[in-house]
């Protein structure tokens, strides 16, 4: 059974930064996309990043390019989202993700296998 636990989360100013973790433990497929979406309520859960954890190619959702940057240990199966210049908006609950199904687009939530518990981000101004 694949686990994923986020941390790192928490409250900040504007302007600051977080970073956040996500190890991963159970067997995982290490050719495929791990990453992160995030959340507030009301409204669909938003790509954020994610990456090819076979290669190391990312992706990023328009609202936070320039400012996030996703990275991995695959030695730790651990992956790690470094948020910059955070604003107000960035304020969601941050899931991680793995294992997209085939043929999938990375940003489209309903395809991942596998989802961590969350871990909360707020920003204030």
């Known amino acids: 059974q694949v686990q994923l636990v986020e941390s790192g989360g928490g409250s900040v100013q504007a302007g600051g930064s977080l970073r956040l973790s996500c190890a991963a433990s159970?067997?995982?497929?290490?050719?495929?996309?791990m990453g992160w979406f995030r959340q507030v309520p009301g409204k669909e859960r938003e790509g954020v990043a994610v990456i090819y954890t076979g290669g190391g190619a990312a992706y990023y959702g328009d609202s936070v390019k320039g400012r996030f940057t996703i990275s991995r240990d695959n030695a730790k199966n651990t992956v790690y989202l470094q948020m910059n210049s955070l604003k107000p908006e960035d304020t969601a609950m941050y899931y991680c993700?793995?294992?997209?199904?085939?043929?999938?687009?990375?940003?489209?939530?309903?395809?991942?296998?596998?989802w961590g518990q969350g871990t909360q981000v707020t920003v204030s101004s």
């Open positions: 993700a793995a294992d997209l199904r085939y043929g999938s687009t990375w940003y489209n939530s309903y395809q991942y296998n596998y």
């Open positions: 159970g067997y995982i497929n290490n050719r495929n996309y």
